[in-house]
C-alpha cells in the first residue's frame, strides 16, 4: 500500500473512533446546536420585528430570510467550539501517547477529528436549516446555488474546525480550550450575520466589513435568498483557504511537539 | 534511510536494545546522565530505582516519545533518531498510566489495535476475541473501558499492546498500585511472553520483581546507572538479609546465641538475629545447627534485602524520594 492510502486507513480508523465517542457522549454535539437554535428563536421571535422596522427595507420582508443564513455561520463557529475541548480533552487522555509510539500515519489522530466533526457540523446544519424553515425561513435557492451553499459551510466549517483543533492542542485544560475558541464562535455578532455591516458606526462597522465572517454570511446569503453576492464570494474562499491552511500547519506542529 | 555504515551482525541479532551515553535535560535539570545499557534478545531487563530515578523518562525516550539531548540508542537494530518509524513498528508500550480509550468498550480498544495495524477485520476480530480470553476479559468484553477496575485495565492495556504482536515490550512500572493477585497474573504473563521470544525491558521499584522477572537488572539513580548484573551478582554488591529466630523461652535464646557468631539479640522479643546471605546452603547449616541444641523449635522468618538496602549498599545513602519528572 502506498503512504497516502496508509494514511488513508489510518485517518479511517480513527474517524470510526471519534464517531463511537460522539455516538456514547452526545452532549458536546448538541449542546453545539442548540445555541444557534436559541438565538434564532430569540432574534426572530423577540428582536425580529424591532430589527426590521428600525434598518427599514434592506432587511427585506421577512426578517427570518436575513437572519437564517447568519445563524448558519454561527452554528460552524459554535460546533468548532465543541471541536476544541474534544480535542483538548482527548489529548490528555493516555491513549494518545500510545498512538505516538505506534508506526501510524501521525496526522491520522487530528485527520479523523476533524473529519468527525465537519460530519457533525454538517448534520447541526442541516437540522438549524430545518428550524429556520419552521419558522418562515423561505429561501429562494435552486439545487445548484443548494449545494453551492452546502460547498461554502463546508469550507467554512473546514477552516473553522483545524483552526479550533489548534486551540485544543494549545490549551492545557478543556476550560481554556474553551475560552480560545470563543472568539470565533462570537465573532459573527460582529459581522453582517444579525444586521448589515452598513448599518453599524464607526469603528465596529470597518471591523464588520473587514472581518472574515460578513463575506461568509454575505456568499451563504446571495445564495439562499440571492440577494447581490459581488465579490464576497472570492473573499470568503481565500479567508477559508487561508484559516485551513494556517490552522492545519499550526496544528500538525503543536501535535508533532509532543508532549 | 538507509544507514550502510551498521553492521547488521552485530545490532540486528544479539541486542534488542542497545543505549550509549543517553542523555536528558528537562530544562536545568538533568534527568538522564549519560547511561548505558543492552538488552539481549529474548531477555528481560528491569530497571530498578526509586521514583525521579529516569526510569520512566528512559522508557519515553525509547519508545519514541521523548527526543534524547544526546547519546544513542538502537532499539531492534534500528537507529532512534533517524528510523523512529521503523523503532515503532517493531515495540509495543504499556505506560504506568493507562493508554486505554476509556470511551470504547475493551473488545473495542482491541479492534482499534488491530485496525491501526492492518489486520483486517476477520483477524482482528480472532485477535481481540483471543486476548480477551487470555487476560480474562471476555466477561467485560462489551463495557465501557472507564467501568473497569485498576487491574482489568492494566491488563487491558497490555492487551492492546500485544494485539501487533511486538518483538519487543516496554512495560512501565507494569504493577504499580496492583493487588497482589493482579500482580502475579502480570508476572505470569511476562514469562509467558518472555517464553514466546519476546523481549522484555520494564521499570521497577520493587527488588522481589526484579529478580522474579529479569535475566539483568540495571539500578538507576539520579540518572545514573549504578549497577548493572543478573539478580545474583547484584545481591554479592548487597551486605545480604537476616534470618530471625523467635525462641519460646530465654535459656533456649541463650543456648543459640552461644552457638551462633555474629548474631544480634532481641531479649524483650526473645529474637535472634542472625546474618543470611540468601544461599540454600547457608539456611541449611543454620538448621543444621539449631538442630543438634537442644532446646524448643524456633520460629523463623527470612528477610531478604530490599530497594533500600541495595539503594544503601550502591550509593552509600539510604533511598530518598528524588525530586523532578518520573
Known amino acids: 500500500m502506498t503512504a497516502l492510502s496508509l494514511a488513508a486507513r489510518d485517518s479511517a480508523t480513527m474517524l470510526r473512533r471519534d464517531v463511537r465517542h460522539a455516538l456514547r457522549f452526545p452532549m458536546m454535539t448538541v449542546s453545539g446546536i442548540t445555541v444557534p437554535v436559541v438565538l434564532l428563536l430569540l432574534f426572530v421571535g423577540v428582536f425580529g420585528h424591532a430589527l426590521s422596522a428600525g434598518l427599514g427595507t434592506p432587511l427585506g420582508a421577512s426578517y427570518v430570510d436575513f437572519l437564517a443564513p447568519g445563524i448558519l455561520v454561527m452554528t460552524a463557529g459554535f460546533a468548532a467550539e465543541a471541536t476544541a475541548v474534544n480535542v483538548c480533552t482527548d489529548m490528555h487522555t493516555g491513549i494518545i501517547p500510545r498512538f505516538r509510539t505506534m508506526a501510524i500515519s501521525r496526522g491520522s489522530v487530528l485527520t479523523g477529528q476533524v473529519t468527525g466533526s465537519l460530519i457533525r457540523t454538517m448534520i447541526s446544519g442541516v437540522l438549524v436549516i430545518a ?81 472574515p465572517f460578513t463575506p461568509i454570511t454575505n456568499t451563504l446569503r446571495g445564495l439562499l435568498t440571492g440577494t447581490p453576492i459581488g465579490s464576497s464570494a472570492i473573499l470568503a474562499i481565500a479567508w477559508c483557504a487561508g484559516i485551513t491552511l494556517g490552522g492545519y500547519v499550526w496544528a500538525r506542529a503543536l501535535y508533532n511537539r509532543g508532549g | 534511510m538507509q544507514n550502510l555504515t551498521v553492521d547488521p551482525a552485530s545490532t540486528a541479532t544479539r541486542s534488542a536494545v542497545a543505549v550509549r551515553s543517553l542523555r536528558k535535560s528537562f530544562g536545568r535539570q538533568l534527568v538522564l546522565d549519560g547511561i548505558d545499557l543492552d538488552v539481549a534478545e529474548g531477555t528481560v531487563f528491569a530497571l530498578l530505582g526509586p521514583n525521579g530515578s529516569g526510569k520512566t523518562t528512559t522508557i519515553g525516550i525509547l519508545a519514541t516519545l521523548l527526543a534524547a539531548d544526546g547519546g544513542t540508542v538502537r532499539v531492534a537494530g534500528h537507529d532512534l533518531a533517524t528510523e523512529p518509524d521503523l523503532v515503532r513498528a517493531a515495540i509495543g508500550v504499556t505506560g504506568q498510566f493507562s493508554a486505554v480509550d476509556e470511551l470504547l468498550t475493551g473488545q473495542e480498544n482491541l479492534i482499534l489495535m488491530a485496525d491501526l495495524h492492518h489486520l483486517g477485520r476477520a483477524e482482528g476480530r480472532r485477535r481481540a476475541a483471543g486476548l480477551l480470553e487470555r487476560f480474562e476479559l471476555t466477561g467485560a468484553a462489551g463495557k465501557m ?36 493477585r493482579s500482580r502475579r497474573t502480570m508476572w505470569e504473563i511476562v514469562r509467558e511472553l518472555v517464553a514466546r521470544g519476546v523481549t522484555i525491558l520494564l521499570t521497577t521499584q520493587d527488588l522481589d520483581e526484579a529478580d522474579e522477572l529479569a535475566d539483568r537488572i540495571g539500578v538507576l539513580d539520579h540518572g545514573r546507572m549504578v549497577a548493572d548484573g543478573t539478580a545474583a551478582e547484584l545481591k554479592r554488591q548487597i551486605p545480604g538479609g537476616c534470618i530471625d529466630l523467635r525462641f519460646t523461652d530465654a535459656a533456649a535464646l541463650d543456648s543459640a546465641a552461644a552457638l551462633l557468631d555474629g548474631a544480634s539479640r532481641d531479649e524483650a522479643g526473645l529474637i535472634l538475629q542472625v546474618p543470611y546471605d540468601g544461599r540454600a546452603r547457608s539456611l541449611k547449616d543454620l538448621l543444621d545447627r539449631l538442630d543438634r541444641l537442644a532446646v524448643p523449635e524456633p520460629a523463623l522468618s527470612v528477610h531478604t534485602p530490599d530497594l533500600d538496602d541495595v539503594f544503601f549498599a550502591l550509593t552509600g545513602q539510604p533511598r530518598t524520594e528524588q525530586d523532578g519528572p518520573r
Open chain 2, 145 to 180: 473501558a472507564a467501568t473497569y477496575s485498576g487491574g482489568m485495565r492494566r491488563r487491558l492495556d497490555l492487551a492492546m499492546t500485544l494485539v501487533g504482536d511486538p518483538r519487543i515490550i516496554f512495560l512501565d512500572e507494569p504493577t504499580t498500585g496492583l493487588d497482589p
Open chain 1, 131 to 211: 428550524v429556520a424553515l419552521l419558522l418562515g425561513f423561505r429561501p429562494s435557492a435552486g439545487p445548484v446555488a443548494w449545494i453551492a451553499a452546502a460547498g461554502m459551510f463546508a469550507l467554512l466549517t473546514t477552516a473553522l474546525t483545524w483552526l479550533t483543533v489548534a486551540f485544543g492542542l494549545l490549551a492545557k485544560t478543556p476550560a481554556g480550550a474553551n475560552s480560545l475558541a470563543l472568539i470565533p464562535a462570537f465573532l459573527p455578532f460582529l459581522s453582517s450575520a444579525f444586521i448589515p455591516a452598513s448599518s453599524m458606526s464607526g469603528g465596529v462597522r470597518w471591523f464588520a466589513e473587514h472581518e
